[in-house]
């Protein structure tokens, strides 16, 4: 039973003068550790490996990865072994740190090992030496990840009217690899529209990625768009002050890698006049938290 995100309203001055109304649905709240999209990325891969008699987990991610977090802690927490591969070379972070306390293996690619991860026999050594281990898409993406953040939309759904809503326009959220957006689409059957915030530059194989969950037969209504302020993990000024400003105004904690950049691409879109007074939309705050400790650090030079 995946816990239960509560449904908010987003209150925000320039929502207001807009008279567009947004609806946040807090995954942040979900878990302490395994927070955010990653319960229902997870969901099903975790269903799989159990049916397949699995002793744990394999999958990949960086230094700072959210969903290696959210993998590790629930490797500790329920029990199964998990084996992390990591881009790069050894470095300690607070992700890092915690995988380690959580009990994870890991195992450091460099860049170029990191970068193969695509070919064909990029898990075949790997299969070999863990063989009891259930491998696992870089950040619990694939088919399985996006039908596990399909249910997402139900959660929202069951609360509308605890807000006063009897329907909704649309999705907003950031995307990172765009299964969670793929799993939303593959849930509201084209009813409803689906808009994703870039955290990558367009060519960084989100359109491609999303494509191949949902197949090419489908009548899909989303559209990606580029938040990423020229790169994943870029941040500026801008986006640091609205982040603050943000913050204070509705009491919603943001990171500047997702969902601060997700907020500003929104308000972006909503002074353009991309969408009508009256346009309700949910924000899915996909979590990430956990990374703003090493943000921190970064931020503090701007």
Known sequence: MLPQAPLQPLN???LAASGVSV???RLDLIDPLISGNKWF???HHLAAA???GAEGVISLGGAHSNHLHALASAGKRFGFSTVGLLRGHAVETPTVLDLQAFGMELHWLGYAGYRARHEADFWTPWRERYPQLYPIPEGGGGREG???CAEIVQQARDQLSDIGWDDY???WLACGTGTTLAGL???EAENRSVYGAMAVPEGHGVAENVAAILGGDRDVRYELLDASRGGFAKVDAILLDFIATSESQSGVPLEPLYTGKAVLALQQAVEAGRFAQGTRLIFVHTGG???KRASNALCAAY
């Open 169 to 171: 326009d649309g999705w």
């Open 12 to 14: 925000l001055p320039w």
């Open 146 to 148: 996006a039908l596990g």
């Open 185 to 187: 689409v593959l849930a």
């Open 41 to 43: 990325k997870l969901s």
């Open 23 to 25: 609806a946040i649905l």
């Open 50 to 52: 159990k049916e397949t």
């Open 289 to 291: 938290l956990q990374g």
